[in-house]
Structure formats: structure tokens, C-alpha cells
């Protein structure tokens, strides 16, 4: 078994192409289990103290309770570590959660999809793996694009301790606007 670390080598891609709304479509992290309809808005925000670009990012989703499905807002800061790789952290009732994200792949040629890695943290004890889309639903050949990109990442199809890839697991995220329809998710 190997022993993998908590991150990964992150791509270098600049910050201004994140900016923008991103569909969360699928995951394997723990956070999105009971949670969907997931948008995340991420916006230029003032330098870091070091002079560091961040972004705010503004994830809005819907969680099941009692009563039914409510909205929720979770307000943070992402600061620039290296290109590729930002250190989070929430604002408001959460601000003390903190984790580090790594852009781990890109559509190079319109900036319409990314694949990101997210290393454990207080709300995603195991870390994961997300698809995101400028886009509410993707085609089955961006999808299969996607999952080829994925599969051929050496960092993402290492084995963990508990003997899954880090690509493994993946579920799609139920949007509202998209009917459900199941991707196939098998990364071979």
C-alpha cells in the first residue's frame, strides 16, 4: 500500500481564469454527501498581506433537514500559495475551518470545466475530489474527456490507506435546473 500525501502537485494556472461561476457537478468528498444544487462564485478580492491574489468564494447549496431542503451561503477568502494552489478559509459561524484546494486539471481550451483536489480538513476529514462546470450539465464526450484526464493524473489514481484511488467514488451533485440523469462516473 502507499502512502499518499494529503496534497497534490497542483497545475499552474493563473488566477484571473477561475474568476466566474462554477457548477459543482460531481464529488467524492464527504461535505457533499447530503448536499446539492451547488454553485460556487468566485470573485477577485483585495491582495493577502504578502501581496498574495484572493479570491472570495461564495458557495451557495441546498442541505436536507427536518423541515425540508434550505438554502445555505458559505462566505470565505481563498489566498494564492503557489500557482494552482490556494489555503481557504470560511467567514461568519464557520470561519474556523481552513483547507487547501489544488486545481489538479483544466480545459485548456475554453476554461469551461476544472478538476479540483482538496486536501482534509475540519469539514472534509478525507479530502476529494470535485468536477466543476461553467456549465449546469455536461455532455458525454466532456465527461469522457474529463475522466481520461483524470485517470491519467498520477496523483489521482494513488491508492489511499483505504485501498480506493483518490478518483474513486465520485457521485454526481443534483442540479435543478438539469433534470437528473446519472453520469457514468467509472474512472477505469
Partial sequence: MLTVSAEITPLPVETERLVGAWYILASNASFWRDRNHARLDLLPHASGRDGQPRLRHELRFRKSALFGPTRRVLLGTAELETPGRFHSRSEGALRLPRW???????????????????????????????????DPVLTKSVLADIKARVAAHPELVLTDSDGMRRCDRLVAIEQDWVPPKPYDLHIP
Fill in 100 to 134: 487547501r484546494w489544488s486545481v489538479a486539471v483544466v480545459d485548456e481550451r475554453d476554461d469551461r470545466w476544472l478538476v479540483t483536489w482538496s486536501s482534509p480538513s475540519t469539514l472534509n476529514p478525507i479530502g476529494g475530489l470535485t468536477i466543476q462546470s461553467r
